[in-house]
């Protein structure tokens, strides 16, 4: 059954499907990822606002047990920087096809949808899009069903110490603890103190991160290693973003020569 209903929406790809249609996924605030059918793409009205990232306030007939369709939208926006920043544009994509994996299709979620645009906001306004997507990724891990405590040691649990993690406890060890795990992680522990800042952070304290690449080439492993252990999905997106990364490592190393 078809319900006409107003929902803001983020679109997160799109397809080809035939001649001269599309099918279009957007993840709505008020009915969670739909896929749409767009006829005649080519002379239609809503062509500007079926590309991958663009938000609007759609319009729509959504239908759960097949394809929706969008009659208008409004309030277009379309965020320049990102689309016109390779690298930003590489970190948004892969934020938004962690949040696509993290949810089913019609799974309502205004919560992630909200923290989705507004991270897309942050990386518009030019804030480090690294740092961005390591908070991104350590708080949607529960919607992956991944709880794990950065906050407290998990045998004795006092706070504020210089911990490791341990995969075996799914948490980390105060020092007095270290012993408990023969493979835990050896990591610094200010990367565990930063870890139990990106589960807590709030929006506002964001601007005032800011973190040295040896720092974030830390954190980028550790959260490599999280998302292998205990999420396990692989993102084309998430592929390139490695890419590009060690594209960059090549530029370093010429100009130190
Ligand atoms: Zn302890």
């Known amino acids: 059954m078809l319900k006409s209903i107003t929902s ?13 249609d599309k099918l279009v996924k957007i993840f709505t605030e008020q009915a969670g990822k739909r896929m749409f059918f767009v006829k005649h793409v080519r002379n239609s009205k809503l062509s500007p606002v079926i590309q ?12 759960d047990d097949g394809l929706s369709y969008i009659d208008d939208y409004q309030e277009v926006t379309v965020f320049q920087h990102i689309n016109h920043d390779l690298f930003t544009m590489a970190y948004a994509t892969y934020v938004v096809a962690l949040a696509d994996a993290s949810i089913q299709d019609n799974e309502i979620d205004s ?16 804030l480090d899009y690294e740092v961005l997507t390591n908070i991104f990724e350590i708080q949607i891990l529960s919607r992956f069903g991944v709880s794990l405590n950065f906050h ?7 706070i504020g110490l210089p911990f490791d993690f341990s995969f075996t406890y ?19 522990p200010n990367i565990l103190y930063l870890l139990d800042q990106f ?7 964001l601007k005032t991160i800011s973190l040295n690449s040896e720092l974030k080439y830390q954190l980028r492993k550790v959260i490599d290693q999280i998302y292998e252990e205990y999420v396990g ?9 490695d890419s590009l990364e ?12």
Do not use: T
């Not at 799914?170 to 610094?188: A, F, I, M, Q, W």
């Not at 060690?246 to 020569?257: A, F, V």
């Open 111 to 126: 919560a992630l949808f909200a923290f989705l645009q507004k991270m897309l906001e942050l990386m518009e306004q030019g």
């Open 199 to 205: 589960q807590a952070v709030q929006f506002n304290d």
């Open 8 to 20: 803001k929406g983020l679109v997160l790809y799109n397809r080809n499907f035939r001649e001269d």
């Open 170 to 188: 799914n948490g980390v060890l105060c020092p007095e603890h270290y012993s408990k795990d023969e493979r835990r992680s050896h990591l610094e």
């Open 246 to 257: 060690d594209w960059g490592e090549i530029l370093k190393n010429k100009e130190s020569e």
């Open 52 to 63: 991958p990232l663009v938000v609007a306030n759609f319009l729509m007939k959504v239908n």
């Open 152 to 158: 407290e040691c998990c045998f004795c649990h006092r």
């Open 233 to 241: 999905i692989h993102l084309k997106s998430k592929k390139f973003i």
